[in-house]
C-alpha cells in the first residue's frame, strides 16, 4: 500500500495502448467541434470557460482536456503521471489543433508544479479519486491552485458504484468494498474497461474509496464552498454487463430498478473572491 503509486503508475502505463485503440478519438480528430462524450454530458452544468485558465487532474489521454479547450478557456492544462499517456495527450491535441499545456507528477505534487492561484477552473472527471488515498489532502490541493473566485467541477464515479461486488451469477447488487475511506484495497485486473486481446502487462493496482460525506467535507474544510450536488442514475461506461443499458451518449443505466443505485455525481463548488 505504501507504494501505491508506483504499483498504479505502472498500471496506467500499461493501459494507454490500449486505450488509444479504445477510446473514440478519430472523433475528436475528424470534427474541430466534436466533445467527449463526458464533457459533452457536463457542458450544461460546467457554464461558460470564455476566458479562463482551465487545469484537468489525472488528465490520461486527453480527450476530456481537448474538449475543454474547445469550449473557449483561455489556456488549458493537463496533469497526469503517467509519461506514456501524456504523449498519447501531446499527439491528440496536435492532431486536433489546440494548444494544452501537459505536465507530468502526481496528483499531490500539483501545487510544486503548476503554482498556486494560478486557475480559474480545476476539472476533474470520471475515475479519478479512487486512485488518491487521501480525499482530504486532494481538496487542499484543489483549493490551492484556484485563484480567488475560482470554482471547482468534478464528475466522478458514485462511492456506493465503487463498493459493489462485480461479477456476479446471480445479478444482486452486493456491497462489498468499503465505502469509507480506507488505506486502500489491492486488486488484481488483466484488462480494462476498453475491449483489447492482450492482457495487461502491469494488472495490479490499489485502489481508495471516499464516502460523499468525506468528500464534501473535504472540499469545505479547504475553504471551498459547494455550489451543487447532483447523484445520476448514469454513468459513462459499463461497469455491470448485462445488467446495464446504453441509454445513449455512451451513458448507463440498469436495466431494472435504476432507481436504486446512484452512479454517478456531480460536485461544483467555489473559492471566496477577494475581500
Same mark, same amino acid.
Given at each position: 500500500?505504501?507504494?501505491?503509486?508506483?504499483? !498504479?503508475?505502472?498500471?496506467?502505463? +500499461?493501459?494507454?495502448?490500449?486505450?488509444?485503440?479504445?477510446y473514440d478519438l478519430d472523433h475528436l480528430r @475528424? *470534427?474541430?467541434?466534436?466533445?467527449?462524450?463526458?464533457? /459533452?454530458?457536463?457542458?450544461?452544468? $460546467?457554464?461558460?470557460?470564455?476566458?479562463?485558465?482551465?487545469?484537468? %487532474?489525472? #488528465?490520461?489521454?486527453? +480527450?476530456?482536456?481537448?474538449?475543454?479547450? /474547445?469550449?473557449?478557456? /483561455?489556456?488549458?492544462?493537463? %496533469? *497526469?503521471?503517467?509519461?506514456?499517456?501524456?504523449?498519447?495527450?501531446?499527439?491528440?491535441?496536435?492532431? #486536433?489543433?489546440?494548444?494544452?499545456?501537459?505536465?507530468?507528477?502526481?496528483?499531490?505534487?500539483?501545487?510544486?508544479?503548476?503554482?498556486?492561484?494560478?486557475?480559474?477552473?480545476?476539472?476533474?472527471?470520471?475515475?479519478? $479519486? #479512487?486512485?488518491?488515498? *487521501?480525499?482530504?489532502?486532494?481538496?487542499?490541493?484543489?483549493?490551492?491552485?484556484?485563484?480567488?473566485?475560482?470554482?471547482?467541477?468534478?464528475?466522478?464515479?458514485?462511492?456506493?458504484?465503487?463498493?459493489? *461486488?462485480?461479477?456476479?451469477?446471480?445479478?444482486? $447488487?452486493?456491497?462489498?468494498?468499503?465505502?469509507?475511506?480506507?488505506?486502500?484495497?489491492?486488486?488484481?485486473?488483466?484488462?480494462?474497461y476498453v475491449a483489447h486481446d492482450e492482457p495487461?502487462? +502491469?494488472?495490479?493496482?490499489?485502489?481508495?474509496?471516499?464516502?460523499? @460525506?468525506?468528500?464534501?467535507?473535504?472540499?469545505? !474544510?479547504? @475553504?471551498?464552498?459547494?455550489? +451543487?450536488?447532483?447523484?445520476?442514475?448514469?454513468?459513462?461506461?459499463?461497469?455491470?454487463?448485462?445488467?446495464?443499458?446504453?441509454?445513449?451518449?455512451?451513458?448507463?443505466?440498469? /436495466?431494472?430498478?435504476?432507481?436504486?443505485?446512484?452512479?454517478?455525481?456531480?460536485?461544483?463548488?467555489?473559492?471566496?473572491?477577494?475581500?
Amino acid at each position: 500500500m505504501s507504494d501505491y503509486v508506483s504499483v !498504479n503508475r505502472a498500471n496506467w502505463n +500499461s493501459r494507454v495502448a490500449h486505450h488509444v485503440k479504445g477510446y473514440d478519438l478519430d472523433h475528436l480528430r @475528424g *470534427d474541430p467541434g466534436a466533445l467527449s462524450d463526458v464533457v /459533452r454530458f457536463d457542458t450544461a452544468r $460546467l457554464g461558460s470557460l470564455e476566458n479562463l485558465d482551465v487545469v484537468h %487532474l489525472q #488528465c490520461h489521454l486527453g +480527450s476530456d482536456t481537448v474538449s475543454l479547450a /474547445r469550449l473557449g478557456a /483561455r489556456s488549458v492544462t493537463g %496533469l *497526469d503521471f503517467s509519461a506514456p499517456a501524456l504523449e498519447a495527450a501531446a499527439t491528440l491535441a496536435a492532431e #486536433c489543433g489546440v494548444t494544452i499545456r501537459f505536465v507530468e507528477a502526481e496528483l499531490y505534487d500539483a501545487l510544486e508544479v503548476l503554482g498556486r492561484d494560478q486557475f480559474d477552473l480545476v476539472y476533474t472527471g470520471i475515475g479519478a $479519486l #479512487c486512485w488518491l488515498p *487521501d480525499v482530504a489532502r486532494w481538496a487542499r490541493v484543489v483549493a490551492g491552485l484556484l485563484r480567488p473566485g475560482g470554482r471547482l467541477f468534478i464528475r466522478e464515479g458514485h462511492p456506493v458504484l465503487w463498493s459493489l *461486488d462485480y461479477p456476479r451469477e446471480d445479478d444482486l $447488487l452486493v456491497i462489498k468494498y468499503p465505502y469509507f475511506e480506507t488505506p486502500g484495497v489491492s486488486f488484481y485486473e488483466t484488462s480494462t474497461y476498453v475491449a483489447h486481446d492482450e492482457p495487461l502487462s +502491469s494488472p495490479a493496482t490499489v485502489q481508495f474509496n471516499h464516502g460523499l @460525506g468525506e468528500i464534501m467535507s473535504a472540499v469545505m !474544510n479547504a @475553504g471551498l464552498a459547494i455550489a +451543487s450536488f447532483e447523484e445520476h442514475d448514469t454513468v459513462p461506461w459499463n461497469p455491470l454487463g448485462d445488467a446495464m443499458y446504453d441509454v445513449g451518449g455512451n451513458e448507463f443505466r440498469l /436495466r431494472e430498478g435504476a432507481e436504486r443505485l446512484p452512479l454517478t455525481y456531480t460536485l461544483r463548488a467555489a473559492k471566496a473572491p477577494k475581500g
